[in-house]
């Protein structure tokens, strides 16, 4: 199994070294889409290799050769290979779509040249993100996708993306300095930031610091995700931005906080003290979001909510602090990241087709466009739980996980799931019914969607399909995987092997800190 | 052994730098925002160097004793940290310059939809008063076009923010973009 973990680092690298070349390339646009597509498949490949080789467990590199306390290591265990398979897809679906937008809308529309470097470097930093065996690194890994994802939102500098630019930069540089001081914080208390090694140390420290370090992480992570009285943000932000930007983000962004929430909740701190208040955040989340979407009379808006409100299924299942309740909380994201990135692109060609994403104004598109509306109509189901679709598999996993906990808090949260599924059903309905059923308010412009928008869109539902499909074996996957977080010595036995060490030099702990 | 007990001076200077910060990063300026993010950042990384504990000889093992080696550790954290501040010290700055291109001012807006809540809580208020209410038929999408600019009057506005119809006051927006 060791012979295969060079291709840990791929993922990052790969489109680290894309980004450069494609800016040192930026007046050869043709050259330039030709490797942000290749590196991404190339990102595709190895995340897919990885996820099969990680089910036999944990892929650990020690970078640079420093060994793993003191250097930085990279892992690759069953969750970060899913997330990574996951988000792989989704960053090479939308970069397919944003080629063929370009493609139809001519290179002077958007400043392309930088464009491609800097979907590269977000998807660097979400790989990194993920595979990151290190706080501090996780923290370099969210720096990255922050400041490419500051670029894409603001992208042309108009007056519009501006007012949402500020607020989304302001609240995200909070969060990184609520990060950056819990770090800190983590390293004053423990002496370490390696997350194999805090995992053994963080027991031995003072309780009450221990919470401290907790509820900073949590924050930090909970505004990255968009839990409820963090999340007023995302709404406001993300719909300004151009479609496959916002679908990205939608999909990756408050995902790669979910999963350093689950990562840093089941590895660091297991006694999980914070459960109850995650559970009421849950609650909060799923019921606020989804109210918001009620009240929207525009599609991306609406959209946004309803992402904000499943933000809150995830949380629940951290919260449940089971097996169960992490296995469905992987599957759930997964599921989420597919479709609510497929949702985003389909109201970008909605956009495109009607002229607008204001429910008011659109209409008829049943008629106009019966693809657009087979596109819209899957996923939109799928969101809202209906079964046989993945999401209503999701949703099953984590209210059988919080039947089976049985505390009054978990059947209060079961129920509001019901609810919130419900309610999420009739925003979409909603939505339904004003932009495809209603008679249209004036006539429509008539425009014609580029085929391969259409594909990429389709192919992200084909996608979403296909997890229902294949629900069994991934969820199965989901399983060994949360198995995996439950049972933490296995992630500490990979990183440190004997003697607290990696693999590399500086293998005598008494010198560690002259290796950094 | 290290002395492990933390210098009170460092601990007072990140006192002052976060509280500061987060004074500065409560207006509505973007600059003012940016020295505060920048504050609490120092801050952030004097904590680092606390953590890691007192100072020390330079570690460059075999010129000097290990006993008395500085921690390097946080230090390496610190220059990362004040790298990527530094990338996003130089973002907030173009990005609060370009909103001063657009709007001869670099203010953080209100959320569109806050204004909208707070000018229907505005129209709920009347209603009490005089059981006479106003009809509005704006659409959010009319409304979040009139209102970003809603700074442009002079200063934040004070209270009152979310009664004023914004329809009369729209000031030369980014329409203009192009003219400098």
């Known amino acids: 199994m060791t012979e295969y973990t060079w291709l840990v680092p791929l993922p990052v690298v790969v489109p680290l070294f894309g980004a450069g070349l494609a800016l040192a390339l930026y007046r050869r646009p043709r050259l330039q889409r030709i490797i942000s597509v290749v590196a991404l498949s190339v990102v595709l490949v190895v995340a897919a290799t990885l996820l099969v080789l990680a089910d036999d467990g944990p892929l650990v590199v020690d970078i640079g050769g420093w060994a793993a306390p003191v250097g930085i290591d990279l892992v690759a265990d069953r969750l970060s290979a899913l997330m990574l398979t996951v988000s792989a897809a989704v960053t090479l679906c939308v970069q397919l779509y944003s080629l063929a937008q370009g493609e139809a809308d001519g290179d002077e529309a958007a400043p392309v040249s930088i464009y491609h470097p800097t979907y590269l470097i977000l998807a660097a930093g979400v790989a990194n993100a993920f595979l990151s065996g290190d706080l501090f690194n996780i923290y370099v890994g969210f720096e990255i996708l922050l400041a490419a994802s500051y670029v894409l939102l603001t992208l042309g500098g108009t007056g519009e993306r501006i007012r949402a630019g500020s607020i989304y930069v302001v609240v995200a540089l909070l969060s990184s300095l609520l990060f950056l001081i819990a770090i800190a914080l983590t390293y004053a208390a423990a002496g370490t930031v390696n997350l194999a090694q805090l995992a053994e140390r963080l027991p031995e420290i003072d309780p009450g610091v221990r919470l401290l370090l907790q509820v900073m992480l949590l924050l930090a992570f909970g505004i990255k995700a968009a839990i409820f009285p963090l999340s007023a943000w995302l709404p406001d932000s993300y719909p300004t931005a151009p479609a496959p930007v916002t679908a990205v983000f939608a999909g990756l962004l408050t ?262 | 052994m290290i002395d492990m007990s933390p210098n009170l001076v460092l601990v007072g200077v990140i006192v002052v730098l976060v509280t500061a910060g987060v004074y500065l990063l409560l207006e509505r300026s973007l600059s003012r925002v940016l020295i505060g993010v920048i504050l609490i950042g120092n801050g952030a990384n004097l904590l680092f160097l606390v953590a890691g504990g007192a100072a020390g000889r330079p570690p460059l093992v075999g010129l000097e004793l290990e006993r008395d080696m500085a921690d390097p550790l946080p230090q390496a954290m610190v220059l990362t940290a004040i790298v990527i501040t530094l990338g996003m010290t130089a973002f907030l700055l173009a990005m609060a310059y370009r909103s001063w291109q657009l709007h001869r001012h670099d203010e953080v807006q209100d959320d569109v939809e806050d204004r909208r809540i707070a000018r229907l809580a505005a129209r709920d208020q009347r209603a009490f008063e005089d059981a006479d209410t106003e009809e509005s038929t704006t659409t959010l999408d009319e409304e979040a076009a009139e209102t970003r600019d809603e700074t442009d009057e002079g200063g934040p506005g004070p209270a009152g923010v979310g009664a004023r119809s914004g329809e009369h006051d729209r000031p030369t927006d980014d329409r203009g973009e192009g003219s400098r």
């Open chain 1, 255 to 516: 995902k790669v906080g979910v999963y350093a929430i689950i990562r840093t909740q089941t590895l660091l701190f297991p006694e999980g003290r914070m459960d109850d208040v995650l559970m009421w955040a849950a609650l909060a989340t799923m019921v606020v979001g989804i109210l918001g979407a009620v009240a929207q009379d525009d599609l991306k808006r609406l959209l946004s909510f309803t992402l904000v409100s499943h933000i809150g299924y995830m949380l629940f299942g951290i919260a449940l602090a089971s097996q169960a309740g992490w296995s469905a909380s992987i599957y759930y994201v997964a599921h989420h990241i597919i479709v609510q990135t497929g949702l985003f692109l389909v109201a970008g060609l909605i956009e495109r087709r009607g002229g607008s994403t204001s429910l008011d104004s659109l209409g008829g598109l049943a008629k106009l466009a019966p693809v657009l509306a087979i596109l819209f109509f899957i996923p939109a189901m799928n969101l809202g739980g209906i079964p046989p679709l993945s999401g209503f598999l999701g949703k099953v996993g984590l209210l059988q996980a919080g039947v089976a906990d049985g505390s009054w808090l978990a059947l209060t949260l079961v129920v509001g799931g019901v609810v919130t599924s419900l309610l999420t059903l009739y925003a979409l309905i909603k939505a339904w019914n004003k932009a495809f059923w209603q008679t249209p308010p004036e006539p429509l412009p008539d425009a014609t969607l580029p085929k391969g928008m259409v594909g990429s869109a389709a192919a992200l539902v084909v996608l979403g399909l296909a997890l229902t499909v294949a629900a069994g074996p991934l969820y199965g996957y989901a399983e060994r995987a949360a198995a995996a977080l439950d049972d933490r010595s296995v992630y500490i036995q990979s990183v440190l092997p004997e003697g607290g060490r990696g693999s590399g030099e500086s293998v005598d702990v008494a010198h560690g800190e002259e290796d950094a």
